[in-house]
């Protein structure tokens, strides 16, 4: 079913109130242009009669052609009828209609023709009387209707309380964003000039809004137009041009608008509800990877599939999407019944709680996972279930251990117990060549998943992340929230980096996963380049316009200043797709897992907490060269 955005739904709304727009035209609308093709019809067949006649009214045989009017007349309401001109199929003053129109006076037009032909000589009506007419009464059918259409949309259009607005981009999107401006009664936005970087546009002049230039005359045509809103009319904005349009615009003291999915997508039905503030998300995505998800997520149609951690970002972003290729069944598993809730109602649109797609159950619990997997007996199996936050974890390591080693045992045994066939294993850039308890304990996960796959024979397989823009608890709400209260902003270290990916390209990955990895194998997206977070800590104190400091903490225990995806002494081949990696993984059996030997070489003591031994340790003592997990 297409949805139907606000934009539209205003539109429609509006329409109604008018008893009609210029699209959709009421019932008496289509009975007045009715009268008015007869009427042009009785117009135009005696001044064609005439002009064939060199005005002489008395050569005209004005009888006969009263019965020509009226055997026209009965064709025009006959065919107009039959191809549905009368009945509202097409807007007028649209191509469609003109298209329509032009063939319904061409087959009248023929019609009469042929009877002239037959009984023309006998009437003494002149036999090309049609061929003076039928292009008089089109150019005047269709004169009136383009007329009607322009008092139309003249009488819709912003009102004074809309801000003057720049749109950057004349071509498709921006006429379609100009349209909708000039028609909607309740814009925000009333255009003044259009932007567009291609030469070739200079001149133009589109809904009445001429081109004024490019980008970088933005700070010129402010000053020109008095604008103060600028709105981006580009389908393929990556996030460098969307850099440029903010610097500019900052530049210029003009408020930038986007499009929420600056996509080609929205081509189609781009409305102006669906504008909004640039956000700090457009400015550190890159053009995202298209790893083809849905070839490849074949594999989950009328499959059993199983998520862990389903209440988290991954986890119900996953949900989403695996619901869309149409598995047998979809849990949700989780700890968080409140997080499960928020799941539900984003996948089965209620939060009832009712049903079996959700699962209590903590993945910590060897029993109560066996049960479920016993029960339910997935085909798919997605372990996005973990415990996430590195500074927590160096705090508690003993956590990690418990959730991130032990749970995703217990997750790859019971799966192993009811033969899962594809196991995924979601993992972080942090396993790679890890310093910190949440990093060495997903990678010990990454082993156990790998050995798992050696003792199933099946594709059990792990998907390293890298930062997940958006993620609940991740830097860049935790930013906004500063902001938004005014409060300084903590960074940990002027130079720090991480990879950024979006939440569905995250998900398109793990999805992949399981149909082109093989067991033993750690799948890594490429990225790209890593972005600096001091940078947008900027940006974003720099977009809410407030006066807020940054405060530089320095980097915490276990913290990367940059973060790598491959792990020394693991390949980086891309057999399959360019931008996805398979790396190998040592396997590790559980016989061998030592969680006190895991500790310690990490640089903890065994106690109930595991508490630090050293209180700074140096990189060098959790380095991988004495891998503590192997
Ligand atoms: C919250 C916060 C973070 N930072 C810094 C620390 C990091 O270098 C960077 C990103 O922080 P976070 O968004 O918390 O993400 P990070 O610590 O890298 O870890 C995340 O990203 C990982 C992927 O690398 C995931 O596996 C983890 O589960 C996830 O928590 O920003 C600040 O400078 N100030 C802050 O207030």
Redesign the pocket.
């Known amino acids: 079913m297409t949805e139907i955005t606000p934009a539209q739904e205003a539109e429609s709304a509006a329409e109604r109130r008018d008893g009609g727009s210029p699209w959709r035209p009421s019932r008496r609308t289509w009975a007045a242009f009715l009268l008015l093709d007869v009427a042009v019809w009785l117009l135009v067949l005696p001044t064609a009669a005439l002009l064939r006649f060199d005005f002489n009214a008395y050569a005209v045989e004005w009888g006969p052609l009263a019965a020509v009017g009226v055997i026209t007349v009965v064709l025009q309401l006959v065919l107009g009828y039959l191809t549905h001109v009368y009945r509202g199929r097409h807007g007028y003053g649209t191509f469609d209609e003109v298209r329509a129109l032009a063939l319904l006076v061409l087959m009248v037009s023929a019609l009469v023709t042929v009877v002239l032909l037959a009984v023309g000589v006998m009437w003494e009506v002149p036999r090309s009387l049609m061929l003076i007419a039928g292009p008089l009464a089109l150019v005047l059918m269709l004169g009136v209707r383009y007329i009607q259409r322009i008092r139309q949309e003249r009488r819709h259009g912003p009102g004074e309380h809309a801000e003057p607005t720049i749109v950057y981009g004349a071509g498709v999107l921006g006429d379609q964003l100009l349209r909708r401006m000039q028609l909607d009664d309740d814009s925000r936005f009333r255009p003044v000039a259009l932007l567009d970087d291609d030469r070739q546009l200079r001149n133009r002049v589109v809904r009445g809004v001429p081109v004024l230039g490019a980008l970088s005359d933005l700070d010129d045509v402010v000053t020109r137009t008095g604008a103060t809103q600028l709105v981006v009319a580009i389908s393929a904005a990556d996030h460098h041009l969307v850099k440029k349009v903010a610097d500019a615009a900052a530049q210029a003291g003009v408020h930038v608008r986007v499009l929420p999915k600056l996509s080609k997508e929205l081509a189609g039905h781009a409305g102006l509800a669906d504008l909004r503030d640039l956000s700090i998300e457009d400015l550190i995505g890159r053009e995202t990877v298209d790893t083809s998800v849905e070839d490849a997520a074949e594999y989950l149609a009328g499959k059993k599939v199983l998520v862990t951690g389903a209440g988290g970002s991954i986890g119900s972003e996953l949900c989403r999407q695996i619901q869309r290729f149409a598995p047998a069944e979809l849990i949700m598993l989780d700890r968080d019944e409140t997080l499960l809730q928020e799941a539900q109602l984003e996948t089965e649109g209620h939060g009832l709680l009712h049903t079996r797609d959700v699962v209590l159950a903590d993945i910590r619990d060897d029993d109560a996972l066996t049960a479920v997997f016993e029960e339910r007996r997935p085909d798919v199996v997605y372990h996005a279930a ?1 415990l ?4 927590m974890l160096e705090q508690y390591p003993d956590e990690a251990w418990k959730t991130n080693v032990l749970g995703t045992l217990n997750v790859l045994r019971a799966a192993q117990r009811v033969d899962v066939q594809t196991f995924i294993n979601v ?4 396993a790679a060549n890890p310093t910190s308890a ?1 990093g060495h304990s ?1 990678r010990v996960a990454e082993k156990l998943t790998a050995w798992m796959g050696t003792q199933t024979g099946r594709p059990y397989i792990s998907v390293r ?4 823009i958006g ?1 609940r ?4 709400p ?2 906004h929230k ?1 902001i938004r209260r005014g409060q300084t ?5 002027p130079d ?4 950024f990916m979006t939440i569905p390209e995250a998900c398109h990955l793990v999805i992949q996963a399981g149909a082109i990895g093989t067991s033993g194998e750690v799948l890594i997206l490429d990225m790209g380049e890593p972005v600096k ?2 940078d947008v ?1 900027e940006r974003m104190i720099a977009m809410s316009g407030k006066d807020i400091a940054i405060k530089f ?1 320095g ?2 225990h276990g ?2 200043m940059h ?1 790598e995806l491959i792990g020394a002494g693991e390949s980086d081949a891309r057999p399959l797709h360019p931008k996805i990696s398979h790396a190998s993984v040592q396997v590790l059996a559980p016989e061998n897992l030592d969680r006190v030997e895991w500790l310690r070489r990490m640089g903890f003591e065994e106690d109930a907490f595991g508490a630090r031994i050293d209180e700074q340790p140096t990189r060098g003592s959790r380095s991988v060269k004495d891998d503590p997990d192997a």
């Open positions: 973990a996430k936050h590195l500074p993992s972080t850039d942090k949440l997903k992340f890298g930062n997940v993620s608890g991740s830097m860049l935790t930013f500063l902003v903590t960074v940990t270290h720090v980096t991480r990879y977070i001091l800590a903490t980097l915490r913290e990367k973060e």
